[in-house]
């Protein structure tokens, strides 16, 4: 029998920042928090499908909807290019916003983070049909560290 090898991250940092950070003077170079967060599973429930970058990308030149699932704060800052923001917190009241009939990814700041998953968990216990849902795992630290665009989030109102 193979024995049990402990495996553990590293304890999160006073003040962990959730996004990554370009550094000045480098394009194309980040620096990432890897402290914080709980890493999220791969599937989050049956019928929702986890998609990657190329997705996501093939996704929006289809014109089908994405979601950030963020806070205000983070999506004020950056959010990928032609998402719509509905912060997790409020997805069971704004739903009715959503198509069901069309597939939609969800996303956040990345593996580490569970805004989307919960929003994700909320809609399927309002009875939304899983398989219109897609899971972006990666979220905005792969979308960024991969070198893709971002631009800037507008405050919403009424949202």
């Known amino acids: 029998m193979t024995p049990s090898i402990p495996i553990q991250r590293m304890p999160p940092r006073k003040e962990p920042f959730l996004v990554p950070r370009p550094v000045s003077g ?4 980040f620096q990432v928090d890897a402290t914080w967060g709980t890493i999220q599973p791969m599937v989050l429930a049956e019928g929702v499908r986890t998609v990657g970058e190329l997705e996501v990308i093939r996704h929006l030149q289809h014109g089908l909807p994405v979601v950030d699932a963020r806070t205000q704060e983070f999506f004020a800052q950056a959010t990928i290019p032609g998402a ?3 912060p997790y917190p ?3 009241a704004r739903m009715g916003e959503l198509d069901r009939t069309r597939p939609t990814v969800f ?3 990345g593996p580490q983070c ?3 998953p919960t929003a994700i968990r909320a809609l399927l216990e309002a ?3 899983p398989e219109q849902i897609l899971y972006y795992r990666g979220g905005l630290h792969d979308w960024l560290t991969l070198g893709l665009p971002v631009v800037p ?3 919403q109102v009424g949202g």
Not at 26 to 29: H, K, N, R, S, Y
């Open 26 to 29: 480098e394009p194309g170079v």
């Open 84 to 86: 719509i923001h509905i």
């Open 107 to 109: 996303f956040c700041n």
């Open 127 to 129: 009875g939304y049909p």
């Open 153 to 155: 989030g507008r405050q």
């Open 90 to 92: 409020e997805i069971g």
């Open 114 to 116: 569970g805004q989307s």
